[in-house]
């Protein structure tokens, strides 16, 4: 069995019939219990539960701190590559795009690696393109051997790889991965990625067990929020982590739920996802899977970013840049991002605003603490 069973036999799930049945009254009882059941999660995610996200968070708030403490963990991404052999319609890297491509050389990787470590961070995500031919899983190898120098943990953002290759990426240092479904709707998914590797829906959805099976220590996935119906999406979501929390209890199970920003092809939500459905997403989550990680990136403004600390979040990017070499090589202007960023903070401001919400903000790998 994979999730895709699970999300086979729930695909037409009646969301809407079950937020009926989700009353104030029935909310509340709700908050008073510790493990919740998916009707309950279902509940959490209806409209009636907007009128009780006061209660939601305090509950929240008390849950995240009884497994989290009060430590917010930091990390950075570095974009490695941009080649892409995708046409997914909403990324700035898409195959069609006219922008500049580029692969950085071990040099520029070491150079970058060091203004970033420079900074104090020591969690460091990969990313690159989805293009085997540009970046290749021995380039990437390459790359971890040299970034083991200055990080105490590397995560990776890439294509979809085999248990085998998420293994030999382990055998290098490689300790987390992220990976985002994009949209759990099989059928939107088609229309969102009209070519390129990435429309095999199946083998992404599965790529999170395979990395497990690899004994990655951390596994982060996702949902684009603006592409399909939020609440679905985020049903899906719920799902999916708890199967992988259920599946594989030593691993580490993260979500992050990004919302569409602008890029170069111009490309706009299907459906608008406002701050107080972000607000709901992030507390029925926490709610229905305590010992979930939540990522809150620089896609959000910094106020927002900051007022969501006390809601769930355990996990924050900072210093980020979302452009191949953007640190070191190039201007803003010259090379492109594959979103764009909404908090420009760098590493310390944005720890000064971490700790300024009575939280203490992390840098180092846990286990190098």
Not at 41 to 66: D, H, I, W, Y
Not at 84 to 95: A, E, I, P, R
Request: include cysteine.
């Amino acid at each position: 069995m994979s999730f895709y069973d699970i999300y086979s036999q729930n695909k037409n799930f009646d969301l809407e019939k079950s937020f009926k049945l989700a009353s104030s009254a029935a909310i509340q009882d709700i908050l008073l219990q510790d493990n919740l059941n998916l009707t309950q999660f279902v509940s959490l995610l209806s409209g009636e539960a907007q009128n009780n996200l006061e209660s939601m968070a305090q509950k929240a708030q008390a849950v995240t701190r009884r497994h989290f403490g009060n430590v917010v963990q930091l990390y950075t991404p570095m974009y490695l590559s941009n080649y892409c052999d995708n046409s997914c319609l909403y990324c700035g890297f898409n195959l069609n795009n006219d922008i500049k491509r580029r692969t950085l050389t071990l040099e520029e990787v070491e150079k970058e690696a060091q203004l970033i470590s420079s900074s104090g961070l020591k969690h460091i995500l990969i990313l690159t393109g989805e293009s085997r031919a540009k970046s290749p899983v021995s380039y990437i190898q390459d790359c971890v051997r040299l970034l083991k120098k200055y990080f105490t943990s590397i995560s990776l953002e890439v294509y979809s790889l085999t248990e085998d290759e998420y293994a030999q990426l382990v055998d290098q240092g490689v300790d987390g991965l992220t990976i985002y479904q994009e949209v759990y709707d099989e059928q939107l998914y088609a229309k969102m990625h009209v070519s390129g590797p990435k429309k095999d829906y199946r083998f992404r959805l599965d790529a999170p067990e395979r990395g497990a099976q690899a004994k990655l220590r951390s596994i982060s996935i996702g949902t684009l929020l603006g592409l399909g119906d939020w609440r679905r999406e985020i049903f899906f979501l719920g799902l999916h982590a708890k199967y992988l929390q259920d599946n594989f209890p030593d691993v580490e199970i993260g979500i992050s739920v990004p919302r569409i920003q602008p890029q170069v092809s111009g490309f706009k939500p299907l459906c608008q996802v406002s701050d107080e459905n972000i607000v709901q997403i992030i507390l029925a989550l926490r709610l229905f899977l305590p010992r979930l990680s939540i990522t809150i990136s620089t896609r959000e403004n910094p106020e927002f970013r900051e007022n969501l600390l006390s809601l769930g979040v355990t996990r924050m990017s900072a210093g980020s840049n979302t452009s191949v070499g953007g640190r070191t090589f190039c201007r803003k202007d010259e090379q492109p991002s594959q979103f764009e960023i909404q908090d420009q903070r760098n590493v310390t401001q944005i720890k000064a605003a971490i700790e300024s919400k009575g939280y203490q903000p992390v840098s180092k790998d846990w286990l190098n603490l």
